[in-house]
């Protein structure tokens, strides 16, 4: 399935070339670091700042695998 009339934007280019200079380790060094600021967040009592920090973990993990896929395989 691949349409060569389908191309990335120049937004998407630019945002694509300068997160690709950043290490996969730093978005799973931000996951961790938000769930021990939710642990802390929680062991303070502040239940509903926890939750939202929290919640921080999956996108950052995310953002990590589609860095290494557009570094492993590139973009347009």
């Known amino acids: 399935m691949n349409n060569p009339n389908l191309n990335e934007g120049e937004t998407t280019k630019a945002i694509e070339n300068v ?34 920090v929290g919640q921080w973990v999956a996108p950052f993990l995310l953002f990590g695998i589609y860095n290494k896929i557009v570094k492993t395989e590139g973009h347009d």
Do not use: D
């Open 19 to 52: 997160t690709a200079q950043l290490p996969s380790k730093f978005y799973l060094c931000l996951a961790v670091g938000a769930m021990v600021g939710s642990a802390v967040l929680k062991c303070t009592g502040h239940k509903h700042g926890a939750l939202f």
